[in-house]
């Protein structure tokens, strides 16, 4: 069964300094996507970065970069040179491709504090 | 690109009380529909999801039910609200062979 695990329910930054969100998960499906949404207080859901499994190399948009190491099972999130406006909660998710690539599920959060 | 537009942004209901909350989605043909919900300060819990017109599956047991009447729209309701029905509920829409899934603006529940 497809499971996501963010073990971190909060965590703290200085602004400008980089941050690591972790993220594990598991699956039996070889073929899977990996992503990472913010969301702010305003309660929408932001698309930040996707992991595909069979993606030679970690993806990057921006300040944002997902480290991904297959055998761990690990897909953290870094944001580099924080800053005040990624104060957020921060959601790891996983869809199996296998399956149809129906569902979607979902990490507990980790809520991001960029201090000044 | 694709557009869901999820109403309303806040709803407070009695207890007992019957729920309609409607997604529609624009920009985009068959796409994967989903409805999850958000416990205060908690992750998403899938709920629903379907892959076409009147196709529902149901993740978790409980007094909601949903139904799509058309390709581009989901409706998530309930006959009698409980107050652990209170929460923010998230429409969204995954189309088959990309990666993203996109989200609407969500509804703020409370059950009183």
């Not at chain 1, 190399?57 to 924080?82: C, D, P, W």
């Not at chain 2, 992750?43 to 949903?66: H, R, W």
Request: aromatic share 12%; proline share 4%; charged share 15%.
């Amino acid at each position: 069964a497809q499971k996501i695990t963010q073990t971190q329910p909060g965590m703290f930054v200085q602004e400008k300094e980089a941050v690591t969100l972790d993220c594990t998960y598991d699956t039996s499906d070889p073929s899977y996507g990996l992503f990472w949404y913010k969301q702010p207080s305003s309660g929408e859901m932001i698309f930040l970065i996707y992991q595909g499994s069979y993606d030679q190399q970690n993806a990057t948009e921006g300040r944002y970069s997902l480290n991904f190491q297959k055998a761990r099972k690990s897909a953290n999130l870094v944001i580099s040179a924080s800053q005040l406006g990624d104060s957020a909660m921060y959601f790891c998710a996983m869809r199996d491709f296998g399956a149809g690539g129906f569902k979607t599920i979902f990490g507990a959060g980790t809520r991001l504090f960029v201090k000044a | 690109s694709q557009t869901i537009h999820q109403w309303p942004a806040t709803l407070v209901q009695p207890v007992g009380s019957p729920l309609s909350l409607e997604c529609t989605v624009e920009g985009t043909s068959n796409p994967n529909l989903y409805w999850y919900r958000q416990a205060a300060g908690r992750g998403l819990q899938l709920l629903f999801y379907s892959v076409g017109i009147g196709q529902i599956s149901s993740e978790v047991p409980q007094n909601l039910s949903a139904s799509r009447p058309q390709d581009r729209q989901f409706i998530l309701s309930s006959k009698k609200l409980l107050l652990s029905d209170s929460g923010f509920y998230l429409c969204a829409c995954h189309i088959p062979g990309t990666s993203e899934a996109f989200f609407g603006q969500g509804t703020r529940l409370t059950v009183v």
